[in-house]
């Protein structure tokens, strides 16, 4: 990598997921993209357990880049089944709602590949080891953004009593492309996600634990942690194996003060904040990613519709972004910290009240089908379709 020869017109922070998307979304629009991605060690992505659930709409937009994953990195869900810490029960159906899949488990190792590539082979995208000058900034970096915290932009954040522990495991019996979460009395929250493609036998963990249990769980022994993970799972799938290794993180609401903005001393220069830079959320809902992509799908999206004469920078094409994307991040966040809240009190009566409330909402036709959608990001503005167009 090497510095950008032209002045880009848009300087990307960060080459993740979100980062590379967002730079091919705008590298089609025909402006020039300076991509910070720093030197990373070959082997850095070896033993990645990641796994995301993706939306259809997220599918579309990766599908309109031809970075879609092949089959056995991108497993479609038919069903999800979600028990309470009772008799609880909720089951969503693909056929029910008349399409192929609720969404789909993708391997991030796979995914990340495939971004790598395509931005190789995008001339108007340069990958740079440092940060320039450029008339917009955008943030990608994650969580712990040191732009972000160098633009003095508050991340106000509130941190959950749980860690997620994930990590990847073989199950005596096929997942059958079912996605499997388990609400338990201790208020923790076990998700099974198929991976391997519809026959496959391995499922992706997402264990989001009470914060004082990490340690003994992250340490363990492999044999003792997969029999933790059996009885936490009633054995639905039979005897489990640890296929990988365990990777830990601390779960947090959060957002930042503000999405757009001016660069401090520097006139005509702007910036903006998409994916984790600007948010997070709980995983139990698997919309983390999903919501990061439709920043960049609306960020792109605002770019390209803007008034020729307009520059990047222009504050009112930004605003246009923060407003549409700070509304869904909101109703999404809501959606997610209530569960969390509901599911993490353990009094008996509001657990019986929570359990039977999950079994008639099984049964409550149109709103569950609606719920459905809005979970696909089928029934919202997640991701503007408008901008999946293919080269």
């Known amino acids: 990598m090497v510095?950008?020869?032209?002045?880009?017109?848009?300087?990307?922070?960060?080459?993740?997921?979100?980062?590379?998307?967002?730079?091919?979304?705008?590298?089609?629009?025909?402006?020039?993209?300076?991509?910070?991605?720093?030197?990373?060690?070959?082997a850095s992505g070896h033993g990645d357990v990641r796994a995301y659930a993706l939306s259809p709409a997220a599918k579309a937009l990766l599908e309109s880049l031809r970075c879609w994953p092949e089959e056995r990195f991108a497993t479609p869900v038919r069903e999800m089944q979600v028990h309470g810490d009772q008799q609880g029960h909720l089951r969503f159906a693909a056929e029910a709602q008349g399409v192929d899949a609720l969404n789909w488990i993708v391997d991030v190792p796979a995914l990340e590949t495939k971004l790598a590539e395509a931005v190789r082979y995008q001339g108007a995208i340069e990958e740079l080891t440092s940060p320039v000058s450029a008339p917009l900034t955008v943030v990608c970096e994650g969580r712990a953004s040191q732009t972000r915290?160098?633009?003095?932009?508050?991340?106000?954040?509130?941190?959950?009593?749980?860690?997620?522990?994930?990590?990847?495991?073989?199950?005596?019996?096929?997942?059958?492309?079912?996605?499997?979460?388990?609400?338990?009395?201790?208020?923790?929250?076990?998700?099974?996600?198929?991976?391997?493609?519809?026959?496959?036998?391995?499922?992706?963990?997402?264990?989001?634990?009470?914060?004082?249990?990490?340690?003994?769980?992250?340490?363990?022994?492999?044999?003792?942690?997969?029999?933790?993970?059996?009885?936490?799972?009633?054995?639905?799938?039979?005897?489990?194996?640890?296929?990988?290794?365990?990777?830990?993180?601390?779960?947090?609401?959060?957002?930042?003060?503000?999405?757009?903005?001016?660069?401090?001393?520097?006139?005509?220069?702007?910036?903006?904040?998409?994916?984790?830079?600007?948010?997070?959320?709980?995983?139990l809902a698997g919309q983390g990613l999903n919501v990061g992509l439709g920043d960049a799908a609306e960020l792109a999206q605002v770019l390209a519709r803007r008034q020729a004469w307009r520059s990047p920078a222009d504050m009112r094409v930004l605003r246009q972004y923060e407003r549409a994307r700070q509304a869904e991040w909101l109703r999404m966040s809501v959606a997610t910290d209530a569960m969390q809240q509901l599911f993490s009190r353990p009094e008996g009566t509001l657990a019986s009240l929570r359990n039977w409330g999950m079994t008639m909402f099984d049964h409550s036709g149109p709103l569950k089908s609606a719920i459905a959608r809005l979970a696909m990001g089928t029934a919202s503005a997640q991701m503007p379709r408008t901008s999946f167009k293919s080269d």
Not at 149 to 177: K, M, N
Not at 214 to 241: I, R, T
Request: charged share 15%.
């Open 149 to 283: 915290a160098a633009l003095g932009v508050e991340f106000s954040s509130t941190a959950y009593p749980q860690h997620a522990i994930a990590t990847r495991i073989d199950c005596e019996y096929a997942h059958g492309q079912v996605a499997r979460q388990w609400f338990t009395p201790m208020g923790e929250i076990l998700a099974f996600l198929p991976l391997g493609g519809p026959q496959g036998k391995q499922v992706a963990v997402v264990w989001s634990v009470r914060t004082e249990r990490v340690a003994e769980l992250m340490n363990c022994e492999p044999g003792f942690f997969a029999a933790q993970l059996a009885d936490a799972s009633h054995g639905a799938l039979g005897a489990v194996a640890m296929a990988s290794e365990r990777a830990s993180w601390p779960l947090m609401l959060a957002h930042a003060q503000k999405w757009v903005g001016t660069m401090p001393g520097r006139p005509g220069e702007s910036f903006a904040l998409t994916g984790d830079a600007a948010h997070a959320i709980h995983p």
């Open 3 to 42: 510095l950008m020869a032209l002045t880009p017109d848009i300087c990307i922070r960060g080459a993740g997921i979100v980062g590379r998307v967002l730079a091919l979304l705008l590298a089609r629009e025909r402006l020039r993209v300076g991509l910070v991605a720093p030197a990373r060690d070959p």
